[in-house]
């Protein structure tokens, strides 16, 4: 049996085994994403709710969502589907409301007559009276902290208390064992803070300021290891030497012949650039970046067609299926009368055409291949 991480704590911990979760917990966790203490740590929230603030029932909308100091003035029951579930009355220095309890019979043992607690929920009218039926509550006398409170997504089996408190667990038992991994001279130098810090103050903040802060903070270092793994790519790419095949810019010109417009000043100028780095021993390492409808799949088209003409593959990665299939209508349509060919890898495919079509990738029958990130997987072979 694996040790408990309580005993010797490690961001790799199961989840499981962390104090609070279990078997049945940790299997809804798991549909969250989160297996490990440290995967709940950068499980960040999606929102948040501001409780700082306390409203009156004169002030509110129907509709809202606000925190409310009430008292708790009498107990009924109503009924709902052949059940009955108790409605209690409560009220603040401007009037009153019912709260509507449905399958929360423990409430009026919690919240008596007289109890004075907070509530945070949607304001409603029931048959024009102010009720509320989706609500939290704090009791008074245990201080309840009104303040800014991570809202998670969720999955069956697990609520926002329930995440609120286990995630605070683990900050607590977890956080001072996550590695530093960006150099202290920079941190010290930009006040960036330890990354444990900076993961509490994301979950809980102490306002919006510091979350400001902290999320810029983290962005930074997480942006910074990016750019060194960026840099020891580009510093190893120069260290490759291959043998380009040479083209003579047909299939280019063939192309431009065809359709009704003329390049750009600033297109030909990077398709300048970049066929000048398909020339060079080292690989390309290239970024275009223009605005919507500036040019860039023309340029990144004419850049295929140099490599296929030099009698290579190319391959064009979309980020979702629906502008992969873009992609494909629209070269399919731009290279109509030419004889470059193209294909569409699609997860919409049966497992029979799918292997067919990574059988003619495969062999180089065919020249441009357009898909999602499938494009990568071990099954593609260009």
């Known amino acids: 049996m694996p040790m408990l991480p309580d005993s010797n704590p490690d961001l790799n911990d199961d989840i499981q085994y962390v104090k609070g979760v279990g078997p049945s917990l940790s299997l809804k966790l798991n549909n969250l994403g989160i297996y490990t203490a440290g995967d709940l740590l950068y499980y960040f929230p ?130 001072t064992f996550i590695e530093e991994d960006t150099p202290e001279f920079i941190t010290r130098g930009y006040k960036l803070g330890r990354k444990g810090e900076l993961i509490k103050e994301i979950h809980f903040p102490e306002d919006m300021h510091s979350l400001r802060r902290a999320k810029e903070a983290f962005s930074y270092q997480e942006f910074f290891k990016y750019q060194i793994l960026a840099a020891l790519t580009r510093n190893r790419n120069k260290k490759i030497k291959k043998v380009r095949k040479t083209f003579s810019g047909k ?94 890898l699609s997860s919409s495919l049966k497992p029979k055409e799918r292997k067919a079509q990574l059988e003619i990738i495969k062999k180089g029958k065919v020249d441009v291949v357009i898909g999602t990130h499938a494009l990568i997987q071990k099954a593609v072979t260009f």
């Open 251 to 344: 299939l280019k010109k063939d192309f431009l012949s065809r359709i009704r417009f003329e390049l750009t000043n600033a297109q030909k100028r990077v398709l300048k650039e970049i066929e000048e780095d398909l020339h060079e021993q080292r690989p390309m390492n290239r970024l275009i970046q223009g605005d919507v409808g500036s040019g860039k799949t023309v340029v990144a088209l004419i850049a295929l067609l140099d490599v296929i003409e030099a009698g290579g593959q190319a391959a064009i990665m979309a980020p979702t299926e629906i502008l992969a299939e873009q992609h494909y209508q629209t070269l399919s349509h731009l290279l109509e009368d030419s004889k470059v060919r193209i294909t569409l």
């Open 46 to 175: 999606r929102a948040y709710e501001d409780r700082r603030t306390l409203k009156l029932l004169r002030n509110v909308k129907e509709g809202e969502r606000a925190t409310f100091r009430f008292k708790v003035i009498e107990h009924s029951t109503f009924y709902f589907k052949g059940k009955i579930h108790p409605k209690i009355k409560v009220s603040d220095d401007s009037g009153s409301a019912w709260l509507y309890c449905f399958n929360r019979k423990f409430l009026t043992d919690i919240l008596k007559v007289g109890k004075i607690f907070y509530l945070t929920g949607i304001f409603m009218r029931k048959y024009k009276i102010p009720a509320f039926s989706q609500f939290d509550y704090d009791l008074d006398e245990t201080a309840p902290e009104l303040r800014i409170l991570p809202i998670y997504r969720l999955t069956a089996g697990v609520s926002q208390k329930m995440l609120r408190k286990l995630t605070q667990y683990v900050i607590e038992r977890y956080s």
